[in-house]
């Protein structure tokens, strides 16, 4: 058995790897690297490359992706077909093994055949490690684009949707994030002076400027692109939040863009919120007792969970830090070296 084992989550705008001695004898390391995959896509065999080294030699890897519904490919098929031969580039020497959304790995082959198995399964991996520490709670992972809400009951994952429509449709998957989600995409209208003011439907702001400005987070934490290409300082972000109503940091005081991202910020929360009661009213065991908060956003989910009523964990205590904010990657890694050690023992 290898004596380490490489844990990759391929989304559309960030790449996330894990580290972990096959023993699972210490926490992950986990490195993170933003990618516009739709705009670079090209290089992806070379960046996966690039951020290997840094763990050592590593002669099994497991994977999970969301990179395929990047607008660079026709098809989810074109998609996942790109990120495999992507790896076989970077890895000739590698045994790769996909993880699917039945929890089940697969080889580069199988997954040739049906591509659409191991489509946008990185949830389930999170879910499925999480239920070993927490039988009966909700998932709540905020990451920078999108939120997943996973139910688990018994020990088990109790998710209904498996595709990303499917989870749309019944609240599993909520299409906003921490950093990248547009203003414009959570509100139409914010407070402004003594009334209410259109924002403009324009990428002029987004996510990472809201939290920039009220502080959960720092200049570090904004990975993304800025929208006008300027700087992640509060006051850059501030003076985006301004331009959502045609205005800027000189016509505008800071109470104002208070007001603006507070709105901003409670209006996401809520939308979270309204995704969560969603998928509890179908639980049949009713509630779970608690929420496993995680991701980059993890603020977001504990300020959603607790709008509905439930107790917020966070996914560090049972993933580790470094692992909670990677955590597909972290726990690809893991169940393929849980699935080493029983194959092989």
């Known amino acids: 058995m290898a004596d380490t084992i490489l844990g990759w989550d391929v989304g559309g705008a960030n790449i996330k790897m894990a580290r972990l001695d096959a023993d699972r004898s210490r926490p992950p390391a986990v490195v993170e690297r933003p990618f516009p995959l739709w705009r670079e896509f090209d290089r992806l065999a070379s960046v996966l490359a ?120 019944v609240g599993e998957l909520v299409y906003t994030g921490c950093l990248r989600t547009p203003v414009s995409a959570i509100v139409r209208s914010v407070p402004l002076h003594d009334g209410r003011c259109r924002v403009a439907a324009e990428h002029f702001a987004i996510t990472a400027d809201v939290y920039r400005w009220l502080g959960p987070i720092a200049e570090a934490d904004y990975t993304c692109e800025t929208p006008d290409g300027r700087g992640r300082s509060e006051t850059e972000a501030g003076a985006r939040l301004a331009r959502m109503v045609c205005a800027d940091g000189e016509m505008l005081s800071t109470a104002d863009i208070t007001a603006i991202a507070d709105h901003v910020a409670r209006t996401q929360t809520r939308q979270i919120a309204h995704a969560i009661r969603q998928v509890m009213r179908r639980l049949a065991a009713g509630p779970p007792p608690v929420a496993v908060v995680g991701g980059s956003g993890a603020f977001l989910a504990r300020a959603a969970a607790e709008t509905t009523g439930l107790a917020a964990h966070d996914l560090a205590e049972h993933l580790g830090a470094d692992a909670a904010r990677a955590a597909p990657a972290a726990a690809v890694a893991w169940l393929l070296a849980e699935l080493m050690m029983t194959t092989n023992g």
């Not at 763990?55 to 098929?77: H, N, Q, S, Y």
């Not at 997954?111 to 999170?126: E, I, K, S």
């Open 50 to 169: 690039s951020l290997a080294p840094a763990a050592g030699p590593a002669p099994i890897m497991a994977v999970t992706m969301t990179a395929e519904l990047a607008d660079c490919f026709a098809t989810k098929r074109d998609g996942v077909g790109f990120v495999i031969r992507a790896f076989e580039t970077a890895f000739p020497a590698s045994a790769l093994f996909i993880y699917g959304v039945d929890g089940r790995f697969r080889s580069s082959e199988q997954v040739r055949h049906r591509p659409l198995d191991v489509a946008a399964a990185n949830w389930m991996a999170t879910a499925t490690l999480v239920a070993r520490a927490a039988p009966s709670a909700l998932v709540i992972d905020v990451g920078s684009t999108t939120t997943d809400i996973i139910p688990i009951a018994n020990g088990r994952v109790a998710s209904v949707g498996f595709s990303d429509p499917a989870r749309l449709r």
